[in-house]
């Protein structure tokens, strides 16, 4: 069985729940650290990590929300004000895929309580919500969904061979302009991939190189 199929299959319950208490999404982890990697690099910003996944990364780097178990069921309001008590104003909903859940709840509670919502997704699923800064980290095993890339306000493509970079400029051409454009090298070969990244940059300086500086550096 393959990672995708595995990762289908363990998010299949994965999906909100409604009931009386409105709609309640699966919480893997709520923190606040410094954004590590992308645009918005050594900002402080809580993230609120869904659990479940259908991508199946074979380098996952949050193997733990792959699935929704030992989540927390929170409503929307229930995460707005754990996200409340930290000071940083930015906050990046991330996952596991969260784009299998409705995210239009979620995203219209932080709105409202001032927040600038970020977004992290692979691209997979329809977009849902309201943002002010959409990352998509697209995988060439599994395309991001129509219309997904031109709704990018970065685009960030990691890099794990040479195959990568042909995919990185297929995402591109469908991005709209200014869209931010990265490549990121795979952390557990990027000894081996950072000199062809930088190489490629600076012959197509459309790209810039993006780093995940929090495992340098050894914070969440």
């Known amino acids: 069985m393959s990672n995708a199929t595995r990762a289908a299959r363990a998010c299949q319950s994965s999906l909100p729940v409604s009931d009386e208490l409105g709609v309640r999404y699966p919480v893997a982890e709520l923190f606040c650290t410094l954004q590590g990697e992308g645009a918005h690099t050594g ?3 809580v ?3 869904t659990g479940g996944c259908d991508v199946g990364c074979p380098w996952c780097d949050s193997p733990s929300a792959q699935t929704t178990r030992g989540c927390r069921m929170m409503t929307a309001e229930e995460i707005v004000n754990e996200v409340a008590g930290f000071k940083a104003d930015m906050t990046v909903i991330t996952g596991g895929e969260p784009l299998i859940h409705d995210l239009t709840p979620l995203t219209a509670e932080l709105e409202r309580a001032g927040r600038y919502v970020a977004l992290e997704t692979s691209g997979t699923h329809r977009l849902s919500g309201r943002f002010d800064w959409i990352c998509v980290s697209p995988k060439r ?3 991001p969904s129509e219309g997904m890339l031109s709704a990018a306000s970065e685009l ?9 970079f042909a995919f990185a400029e297929e995402c591109a051409a469908e991005c709209v302009p200014g869209c931010r454009l990265s490549l990121q090298p795979e952390w557990g070969v990027r000894e081996r991939v950072t000199p062809a990244i930088i190489a490629y940059i600076k012959e197509h300086p459309q790209w810039r190189l993006s780093l995940q500086t929090h495992k340098f550096i050894d914070i969440p």
């Open 156 to 164: 960030k493509v990691v890099i794990s061979g040479e195959e990568d």
């Open 47 to 49: 993230f609120v990590r």
């Open 43 to 45: 900002r402080a910003a």
């Open 141 to 143: 095993f599994a395309r």
